[in-house]
């Protein structure tokens, strides 16, 4: 599942932050999962535009069910905040609230090590693998909270899309979530409530998503290995002990640099 979600700060790069699953991408998570969800709902139809907004269209001369069989438009507004300033109902909008750092360790997991493997091959053929530290890692992780509000036309309607998000978060989603970095707890539907709009009524609701991420960091460790010496001595190895035929051995040196 795509979010672009990019990080333009070379931040990351200089202190070797390999992950940090925060409010940024938890979002993006969150917007793009909704948007794949009711893209295959029929009366609350998700449509995107060519460049990937919501295809939001002016209704005038638009048929009542335009969008329920096709792709005109979309019946639902799904994003984190409108673009323009129009309002389209119904919308679920999905907003950051507040993250904590939790610690998974009091040394924030210091002391693992990431190993890499070389193969190595000497002149006569023989191969092994060799493990070699690569990275010393630690690791931390984020605890905070998604909102996503619901506004819809009528009673019917908003309770219809709270479900709807309920299910497709907790039921539907929960592994894609898993696997994206994200771990959603149990989600907290709010209160309901309704404010003037004009000649009518919005009617709206919040779900809260406690949510879990991790950060880690993978920081180089230098080239500990530069050079294999082998030595091999021959003699007579079925006594013991084995006989060595003096002055008989073979040397040889491979560097790593020149096998990589």
Not at 2 to 29: F, G, P, R
């Amino acid at each position: 599942m795509a979010t672009s979600s990019l990080i333009k700060s070379d931040l990351y790069s200089i202190h070797y932050i390999v992950q940090n699953t925060m409010l940024s991408h938890a979002k993006a998570i969150f917007v793009e999962t909704l948007r794949e969800g009711f893209s295959r709902e029929t009366y609350y139809h998700y449509v995107r535009d060519s460049f990937g907004f919501p295809k939001i269209l002016d209704h005038t001369d638009l048929p009542s069910d335009a969008g329920i069989r096709d792709d005109e438009v979309s019946r639902i507004f799904i994003g984190e905040s409108y673009r323009t300033d129009m309002k389209h109902i119904p919308a679920i909008l999905i907003k950051g609230g507040s993250f904590k750092y939790v610690p998974i360790s009091l040394s924030r997991n210091e002391g693992l090590i990431q190993y890499s493997t070389t193969r190595v091959v000497d002149g006569y053929g023989n191969e092994t693998l060799i493990s070699t530290p690569s990275h010393f890692i630690l690791a931390g992780a984020w605890e905070g909270q998604i909102n996503i509000d619901v506004l819809a036309g009528d009673i019917k309607g908003r309770d219809y899309i709270v479900e709807i998000i309920g299910a497709l978060i907790e039921i539907v989603y929960f592994k894609e979530f898993q696997k994206s970095g994200v771990v959603v707890k149990p989600i907290n539907i709010g209160a309901p409530s309704e404010k003037e709009d004009l000649n009518g009524k919005i009617y709206a609701q919040t779900i809260s998503c406690d949510v879990r991420t991790e950060w880690r960091q993978h920081i180089p460790i230098n080239t500990i290995i530069d050079t294999i010496s082998f030595c091999m001595d021959f003699g007579d190895i079925s006594v013991n002990p084995p006989v060595i035929a003096p002055n008989i051995s073979v040397s040889t040196e491979i560097d790593i640099l020149d096998d990589i």
